[in-house]
């Protein structure tokens, strides 16, 4: 059974305008989060984390919000960049281990 | 450079072949991992090595068998694949237990004919 799910396969987005990406979890042992980026014929790139004693966590145009009652997070970047088209994977870990798991990714397009 | 290097980039091998992938980390850090990305599937767990002992082995058919002779290096050894087996294998490393990160290679694009 998959423990992180990203529902939606894809987005687009036009330049300039907020992309929001969510990702949902179901185990409560979760308790650090991470976005990483992928392109084509590249591997997975981290792009920011939060760890569950925050419910936000920004760098530059990337911030991700996690709601722990509901088993949340997003992933939002204002604004959009041509360049920001790639695949999104959400991951969960729980600190006291070394597994993480991903979710099945969003593919992201900024429009020009 | 990602710090994990992945060699081959790609390889194609028939049912009957033995190939092996190889990674290589740069980063110093002690665990490694394999994963498998088939199209519309999350990223799948395959094995860990935590300080060149593994520790986690997620029900992943014999006929792929991984190999770490240090904590630089991971090997993932293949034999008698079906084609279902093709998809991208990722490797990755990560620092010590706790809030990590991490960090992966370009990975191996395998097909099987």
């Known amino acids: 059974d998959q423990q992180v799910k990203q529902n939606s396969p894809s987005l687009s987005v036009q330049e300039g305008r907020i992309s929001i990406l969510n990702c949902d979890y179901t185990?409560?042992?979760?308790?650090?989060f991470l976005w990483y980026k992928k392109y084509p014929a590249e591997g997975p790139t981290f792009l920011i984390s939060?760890?569950?004693?925050?419910d936000k966590n920004e760098d530059g145009r990337f911030t991700v919000f996690l709601n722990k009652s509901a088993k949340h997070l997003s992933l939002h970047i204002v604004p959009s960049q041509p360049g920001d088209s790639a695949v999104y994977f959400c991951?969960?870990?729980?600190?006291?281990?070394?597994?993480?798991?991903f979710g099945t990714g969003t593919s992201l397009t900024v429009i020009p | 450079e990602t710090g994990v290097t992945q060699t081959p980039r790609h390889l194609v091998m028939g049912m009957t072949n033995k190939k092996s992938l190889k990674c290589e980390q740069h980063?110093?850090?002690?665990?490694m991992y394999w994963y498998k990305q088939s199209a519309k599937k999350p990223l799948e767990l395959m094995f860990v090595?935590?300080?060149?002992?593994?520790?986690e082995n997620n029900s992943v058919p014999s006929r792929f068998s991984p190999e770490c002779p240090n904590s630089s290096h991971l090997f993932l050894h293949l034999h008698t694949l079906q084609p279902e087996d093709s998809a991208l294998y990722l490797c990755?490393?990560?620092?010590?237990?706790?809030?990590?990160?991490?960090?992966f290679g370009a990975g191996s694009r395998l097909t099987v004919l």
């Open positions: 939060i760890s569950s004693i925050k």
């Open positions: 990755a490393s990560s620092g010590p237990l706790g809030a990590n990160v991490l960090t």
């Open positions: 980063l110093g850090h002690n665990a």
């Open positions: 991951a969960a870990s729980a600190t006291t281990g070394n597994q993480f798991y």
């Open positions: 185990n409560s042992m979760f308790d650090y």
């Open positions: 090595y935590n300080f060149k002992e593994q520790t």
